[in-house]
C-alpha cells in the first residue's frame, strides 16, 4: 500500500505538458508522459498509472475519448482522471463526468492548483489502495473460515477410526433420504449391522486389536455397498448402511455379501472370532419416520443375533426362514 504513486501526463502542448510533469516530480510521484491522446491510451493500458491528468483537446483521440476507452476496458483497472480544461461550459462539465472524469484543474494553469489537485487525487488513491487491500484480507480470511468451517463439519459428521460418516451424519441423510425417495415414491432400505465378538477382543487382546478389527470392517462394508449406499458407523460395535432406490430382497442380498465379505477375517482369529449380525427393513407404509425404518432394522438385527453371527434377518410379514446358513425373514 506504500511507494510513490505514477501519475500519466496526456498533454499534445509542450509546455504545459512539462510543467505538470515538474508538479508530478516535485511531489514526489513518478511522472509518464504522452504527447496525443492515442499515446496516452497506449501507455495506460501498459503501465496502468495511478493517476492520469489529461488534456481536453487533443490530436488523434481527444481527452474524454480517452477517458471513455479507459473506462471501457473490462479490467479492474479503474484510474484516477483529472481532465484540464477551461471551466467554462456546464454542459461539457456534466459530459466529462458522465464519461469518467473524476476531477478538473481549469485554465490558466497555476502550479499551487496543480499541486493542490495532485495531492487530493493521492489521498483518493491511497485510500483505494488500502480499501482494496482491506477487502482483499477479509476475502482471505472468508476463504479460510469458510475452509475451517468445512473442516470442523467434516469432523462433526465423521467417525475418527474408521473415517466412515458418524451417527449424526447418519441421521441427516436418513432423513433426507426418507424425504427423497417419499416424494419420488421410490425404496428406501437400510441395514443395522452389529459387529459380534469385539468386546472379547477388546478385553483378551487390547483395545488397539480391537480398533484394526474396527477398521478393517468398516473397510471391507465400505468396499462391498454398493455406490449409491451410505455406510455410517453409529455406534462403537454397530453400523448402518442406508440403501436408497432398494427394495427389502436386494437389501438382504447386500446384507448377505457383507457377512461373506467379513466372516474369512473374523475366521483368522479362533481365540477371538468376530462376525456380523444384520437386521434389514424396507419403509412400509405403517412405518410413519426415518426413525421407525431404524426400529425396524434394528429389530431384525437382535432377531439375527439370537440365531448366532454371520447371520441376517429382513422383516416381512414377520415370517422366519433360513436360507443357506443365513437366517432370514420374508
Not at 79 to 95: A, F, H, M, R, S
Not at 156 to 173: C, F, K, Q, S, V
Not at 289 to 299: E, F, H, K, T, V
Request: aromatic residues 4%; glycine residues 8%.
Amino acid at each position: 500500500m506504500t511507494g510513490a504513486l505514477r501519475i500519466l501526463v496526456v498533454d499534445d502542448d509542450l509546455i504545459l505538458r512539462r510543467l505538470m510533469v515538474t508538479v508530478v516530480q516535485q511531489s514526489g510521484c513518478q511522472a509518464i508522459e504522452a504527447d496525443d491522446g492515442q499515446e496516452g491510451l497506449e501507455k495506460a493500458r501498459e503501465l496502468r498509472p495511478d493517476i492520469i491528468v489529461t488534456d481536453w483537446l487533443m490530436p488523434n483521440l481527444d481527452g474524454i475519448d480517452l477517458v471513455r476507452a479507459i473506462r471501457a476496458e473490462a479490467s479492474d483497472y479503474r484510474p484516477y482522471i483529472i481532465l484540464v480544461t477551461v471551466l467554462e461550459d456546464d454542459g461539457k462539465l456534466v459530459e466529462s463526468f458522465d464519461a469518467g472524469v473524476d476531477d478538473f484543474i481549469g485554465k490558466p494553469l497555476r502550479a499551487k492548483v496543480i499541486a493542490a489537485r495532485l495531492r487530493a487525487a493521492e489521498r483518493i488513491v491511497r485510500l483505494q489502495r488500502e480499501n482494496r487491500y482491506h477487502i482483499h484480507e477479509l476475502e482471505l480470511y472468508s476463504e479460510q473460515l469458510t475452509a475451517t468451517n468445512l473442516r470442523l463439519r467434516e469432523l462433526a459428521i465423521t467417525d475418527e477410526l474408521t473415517g466412515l460418516p458418524n451417527r449424526r451424519y447418519a441421521m441427516e441423510r436418513l432423513h433426507q433420504e426418507w424425504i427423497g425417495t417419499g416424494r419420488r415414491q421410490a425404496c428406501l432400505s437400510c441395514l443395522v449391522i452389529h459387529l459380534g465378538g469385539l468386546k472379547e477382543i477388546n478385553d483378551l487382546e487390547g483395545h488397539e486389536r480391537g480398533d484394526v478389527v474396527l477398521k478393517t470392517v468398516a473397510l471391507i462394508l465400505r468396499k462391498q455397498a454398493d455406490s449409491q449406499d451410505i455406510v455410517c458407523r453409529i455406534g462403537g460395535d454397530e453400523f448402518l448402511v442406508i440403501c436408497p432406490d432398494t427394495s427389502l430382497e436386494a437389501a438382504l442380498s447386500l446384507g448377505e455379501r457383507l457377512v461373506s465379505a467379513v466372516r474369512p477375517f473374523g475366521a483368522r482369529g479362533p481365540e477371538c472370532p468376530f462376525g456380523l449380525s444384520i437386521g434389514v427393513a424396507e419403509r412400509r407404509p405403517e412405518i410413519g419416520s426415518c426413525q421407525g425404518l431404524i426400529n425396524a432394522a434394528d429389530r431384525s438385527m437382535y432377531q439375527a443375533k439370537r440365531y448366532g453371527r454371520n447371520q441376517v434377518f429382513g422383516e416381512q410379514d414377520r415370517e422366519l426362514r433360513l436360507i443357506g446358513g443365513l437366517a432370514r425373514v420374508c
